[in-house]
């Protein structure tokens, strides 16, 4: 027991030194880009960073203190009955921390932030290129936009850099998922490329390589599932019903958070596209909720047309190993259709609070700003319940106190417990 309890302390004291030399290295590169006249302080995100690193600290300093006062109440203590009652809300709140651990994201190197930051604001409306971008820390933000610049001259010049963005995440997404290897995601990006530039200087890129990307869409599915599920459920749409696709003026979908605790924001995403090649579209995008909030919020938008050749034939592939694939030429598989449909599409971002228990209904609606029909309409339903890990630690915390202050009267009354 007492070799568990000090490899706990060691783990402890390492990871808090972790995210207090984070958090000098932090300070000391605003500090150091504040002598040079540049205020990157000011940039949107360094205060969610900033406040994402001293919670965790704060974190590790509680870990610290509870593993090494566990240690020393074992060693001084050993097993009498009169500390039973401690050593088992201590040992319940060291499992708690040891799940909490499990959750959390540890980093090594300031680099590296990128995987600890979550945005605390977003456009609402996004399209590819700023939706990734919206997930990445501020200071890789600013080299997203280099990436940007070096991708745009490899890109060829009958396609638009936006298209071969949209086409690089969806097989990302391919890849990550494993429908797609490696070798078929760096085949497909070199045909978006001019003759003779290398792939790897794109895929082995110094801010934002393939592996640096992936990391970016598996945060979104963490902290956005979904929007994820929103494109899931276009690649099935064009592999099911690609009919339907082609025959419709637009292609509408919304999805919205299913379950949230008490308190906690949901986030409710509708995408959009114009199907049509003659006119762009206006659309006036609404959710109403009866008592989670604000009870409405509305966006228009103007979607811009189509500037593809829709595909030819009423199915196709995942995936072709050949062909070319720009804007003048029919799809030959779901990846470069897909990424076509996402250059063009917007997505809503709406997020409102949930303030009660129970089942609440969100009805989201789609409605043509010209006419005044409803083109998409749904309801939603979310569950929202009390979180109870916090009942848990407030629940824990409460009789530790209660412990704490009994257990000297007891002693002082010549009681044994």
């Known amino acids: 027991m007492t070799i568990l309890l000090c490899l706990l302390v060691i783990d402890s004291v390492l990871i808090l030194s972790n995210f207090l030399v984070m958090n000098y290295l932090f300070k000391k590169i605003l500090n150091r880009y504040q002598k040079q006249g540049l205020p990157y302080a000011s940039l949107i995100g360094v205060e969610a960073l900033n406040e994402t690193s001293v919670k965790e600290t704060q974190f590790a300093v509680l870990l610290t203190i509870l593993s090494t006062a566990s240690l020393s109440m074992y060693l001084l203590g050993g097993t009498s009955t009169e500390v039973i009652f401690i050593y088992l809300s201590m040992g319940s709140a060291l499992i708690a921390f040891g799940f909490s651990i499990i959750k959390r994201e540890h980093v090594l190197d300031p ?169 762009t579209q206006t659309f006036s995008v609404s959710y109403a909720s009866g008592s989670t909030g604000p009870l409405t919020s509305e966006v228009t938008l103007t979607l811009p047309v189509r500037n593809f050749n829709l595909p030819a034939g009423d199915t196709l592939p995942i995936y072709t190993k050949s062909g070319p694939d720009s804007a003048n030429d029919h799809q030959q598989d779901i990846v470069g259709f897909m990424s076509h449909i996402l250059e063009d599409a917007r997505i809503i971002w709406f997020c409102f609070e949930v303030k009660e228990n129970g089942n609440k209904p969100i009805v989201v609606s789609v409605k043509d700003k010209e006419t005044g029909q409803l083109v998409y309409g749904r309801t939603f339903q979310v569950l929202v319940s009390n979180n109870f890990s916090d009942l848990y630690l407030k629940l824990l915390g409460g009789v530790s106190i209660f412990i704490g202050i009994i257990l000297p009267f007891l002693r002082l009354m010549g009681l044994h417990v």
Not at 117 to 133: A, C, G, K, R, S
Not at 137 to 153: A, M
Not at 201 to 221: A, W, Y
């Open 111 to 279: 680099d590296e932030l990128l995987r600890l930051y979550v945005p605390d604001n977003w456009p609402t409306v996004l399209t590819t290129d700023i939706f990734l971008e919206t997930f990445i820390d501020p200071f890789n933000r600013l080299k997203f936009r280099e990436y940007l610049s070096d991708l745009s001259r490899y890109v060829r010049e009958d396609l638009d850099l936006e298209d071969a963005l949209s086409k690089i995440t969806v097989l990302l997404f391919q890849n990550i998922y494993g429908a797609l290897k490696i070798e078929d995601v760096r085949s497909e990006v070199s045909e978006l490329f001019k003759p003779g530039k290398d792939i790897m200087n794109i895929e082995q890129h110094p801010f934002f390589g393939f592996n640096r990307l992936k990391i970016i869409l598996n945060k979104t599915k963490k902290i956005v599932p979904e929007f994820s599920r929103l494109l899931d459920r276009l690649f099935v749409e064009i592999l099911d019903d690609l009919p339907g696709i082609k025959g419709s003026n637009y292609y509408i979908d919304a999805e919205v958070t299913p379950e949230r605790n008490k308190g906690q924001v949901v986030k409710c995403f509708v995408f959009l596209y114009n199907n049509d090649s003659t006119k």
